[in-house]
């Protein structure tokens, strides 16, 4: 399948459409709580439609639209081969969207009721084998310098090393707490506590759980905390944030995911990529060691029980995988 290639832009359309738009996306934003991440993505799958439907059909307003020219709107979009994951979310933006106009008496019925959307695809995700977390976790920081970049030499400067010890921090808690990455770069230091090894974590719709971490992560933190976050920092610029940048002010996403992009590329041996296959292998590894489903939601904070379970799915096929590599009637 073609990648979305727009997917990070929005299109122009008419007033009467985005209008109504806009007034949803308040909605979400200060009744629903939603992301700005998750804001940024009903956006454009809406005014995607909505460029669609003018340039198409003239249609300028949310109550001139039919179930028909949703459906045109969906084989537009089989035929560009955009993935069946792009739609299916672009079709309950719109699902959701007409939803809440209904309520609001913006439409006077809602014409993506019998809108189907297409089966996902059930694409297992890449876990780690504990040998390759132990190499990760070890090696992560080793040859890094400035905010992830490759560095030939090993660490020496006080800087070198305390992007060193920021990065060991990164790998650690990710596959310690199973967070995701958003949520690791918006830890403060007060949302630390030793004592009890927990974190404060202020997940997706700023729902918050305490998330627990053990020794290895505890032992990173400590050192990060007492011997290099001081060498990086400007708490005038870092306003309290656990991991900081070279300049002195809060990692961003961008930084934190190179790190480990970069740490799993120098494995070799694994078509893992990027800090979401740290979530996917803590989940998996605790699932195979006995972890109640439940408990596995809590800890990653999913909203839908339905989302966790894709790790049965991948502990079973490991399971499936080992018994035919090791039994004699397999």
């Given at each position: 399948m073609k990648q979305d290639t727009n997917a990070t832009k929005t299109p122009q359309l008419p007033a009467s459409f985005a209008e109504p738009v806009a007034d949803y996306l308040d909605y979400l934003r200060l009744q629903r709580g939603r992301s700005e991440n998750t804001l940024r993505a009903y956006e454009v799958d809406l005014r995607t439609l909505g460029t669609f439907l003018y340039s198409t059909r003239q249609v300028s307003a949310p109550h001139h639209v039919d179930v028909e020219m949703l459906r045109e709107w969906l084989a537009s979009m089989h035929e560009a081969q955009i993935s069946r994951t792009t739609i299916a979310r672009r079709i309950s933006s719109v699902k959701n969207f007409f939803a809440w106009a209904l309520k609001h008496q913006l439409v006077a019925e809602d014409p993506a009721l019998r809108l189907a959307a297409p089966k996902k695809e059930r694409r297992?995700?890449?876990?780690?084998?504990?040998?390759?977390?132990?190499?990760?976790?070890?090696?992560?920081?080793?040859?890094?310098?400035?905010?992830?970049?490759?560095?030939?030499?090993?660490?020496?400067?006080?800087?070198?090393?305390?992007?060193?010890?920021?990065?060991?921090?990164?790998?650690?808690?990710?596959?310690?707490?199973?967070?995701?990455?958003?949520?690791?770069?918006?830890?403060?230091?007060?949302?630390?506590?030793?004592?009890?090894?927990?974190?404060?974590?202020?997940?997706?719709?700023?729902?918050?759980?305490?998330?627990?971490?053990?020794?290895?992560?505890?032992?990173?933190?400590?050192?990060?905390?007492?011997?290099?976050?001081?060498?990086?920092?400007?708490?005038?610029?870092?306003?309290?944030?656990?991991?900081?940048?070279?300049?002195?002010?809060?990692?961003?996403?961008?930084?934190?995911?190179?790190?480990?992009?970069?740490?799993?590329?120098?494995?070799?041996?694994?078509?893992?990529?990027?800090?979401?296959?740290?979530?996917?292998?803590?989940?998996?590894?605790?699932?195979?060691?006995?972890?109640?489903?439940?408990?596995?939601?809590?800890?990653?904070?999913?909203?839908?029980?339905?989302?966790?379970?894709?790790?049965?799915?991948?502990?079973?096929?490991?399971?499936?995988q080992s018994y035919r590599q090791a039994h004699p009637r397999a």
């Open positions: 297992l995700p890449h876990v780690l084998q504990p040998g390759q977390i132990d190499r990760l976790l070890a090696d992560t920081g080793e040859h890094t310098g400035q905010d992830g970049a490759a560095d030939e030499a090993a660490p020496q400067s006080p800087q070198q090393l305390a992007v060193h010890a920021r990065d060991r921090v990164i790998a650690e808690l990710l596959y310690a707490s199973g967070l995701r990455i958003s949520e690791l770069v918006s830890l403060d230091v007060k949302d630390l506590d030793f004592s009890r090894r927990t974190l404060k974590v202020v997940g997706k719709g700023n729902k918050e759980r305490m998330v627990p971490f053990g020794n290895p992560a505890q032992r990173v933190l400590t050192s990060w905390l007492l011997t290099h976050r001081a060498v990086l920092v400007d708490e005038e610029k870092a306003q309290g944030a656990l991991l900081v940048g070279v300049r002195g002010g809060r990692l961003n996403v961008r930084q934190a995911r190179d790190v480990i992009s970069q740490a799993l590329k120098s494995l070799g041996d694994t078509a893992a990529s990027g800090p979401h296959a740290l979530r996917h292998t803590v989940a998996t590894h605790l699932l195979d060691g006995g972890a109640d489903l439940r408990a596995v939601q809590e800890f990653l904070g999913h909203a839908s029980l339905a989302t966790t379970q894709l790790y049965t799915h991948v502990s079973v096929d490991r399971l499936r």
